[in-house]
């Protein structure tokens, strides 16, 4: 696994946070989820709120005709020091069950990985972290892999077992048992 860097962020970090996080604030093709901090958190950029981009909180709303369909799912976004040389790691808050998403709520997905990792992984280098990624495309790669899961490798083999077995079983579960208290009108 690689060193997650906790040092201070470095001000080509913040700008870069900022500037992903402002177009995310205007792209319409993602209304589908909300961050914390706001804008005004971190800009303009001091060292009394460099610290406070370091987490982002997320509450990502369930599509349509999905099993996560009026659910709100809770994440974080935690960014290393050297962000963008560095993938930030992302952890649900909200209690999952899900192939791909570890009991502690970790998600392992490619684009959050590096070569240096994991270096038996049978991941590409193209599927892997690069700096000209951005917290949109991980956020639309975990949506899909929320709609979609990986049971071919798996981060939680109960999961991935009861998904393969059984999908109607599976998503009734996550509906009844696991998500049952995160209902949103």
């Given at each position: 696994m690689a060193v997650f860097r906790t040092g201070p962020l470095r001000q080509q970090s913040v700008r870069r946070l900022a500037a992903e996080y402002m177009q995310l604030k205007n792209d319409p093709d993602t209304k589908w989820f909300e961050i914390d901090p706001e804008p005004e958190d971190f800009i303009p950029f001091s060292d009394?709120?460099?610290?406070?981009?370091?987490?982002?909180?997320?509450?990502?709303?369930?599509?349509?005709?999905?099993?996560?369909?009026?659910?709100?799912?809770?994440?974080?976004?935690?960014f290393p020091s050297d962000y963008p040389l560095s993938p930030p790691r992302v952890m649900f808050t909200t209690k999952m069950y899900h192939p791909n998403i570890y009991n502690d709520g970790r998600?392992?997905?490619?684009?959050?990985?590096?070569?240096?990792?994991?270096?038996?992984?049978?991941?590409?280098?193209?599927?892997?972290?690069?700096?000209?990624?951005?917290?949109?495309?991980?956020?639309?790669?975990?949506?899909?892999l929320l709609n979609?899961?990986?049971?071919?490798?798996?981060?939680?083999?109960?999961?991935?077992?009861?998904?393969?077995r059984n999908r109607a079983d599976y998503e009734e579960y996550v509906?009844?048992?696991?998500?049952?208290?995160?209902?949103c009108e």
């Open positions: 009394s709120n460099i610290e406070y981009v370091r987490k982002w909180e997320i509450t990502i709303t369930g599509f349509k005709d999905t099993v996560y369909e009026g659910y709100s799912l809770k994440a974080d976004i935690y998600v392992c997905i490619s684009i959050l990985h590096t070569a240096q990792s994991d270096p038996h992984s049978d991941e590409l280098d193209t599927e892997q972290w690069t700096p000209v990624l951005s917290v949109r495309t991980i956020l639309l790669s975990i949506m899909l979609e899961p990986n049971p071919d490798s798996p981060a939680n083999l109960d999961a991935a077992l009861h998904f393969r509906k009844t048992k696991i998500l049952g208290v995160h209902y």
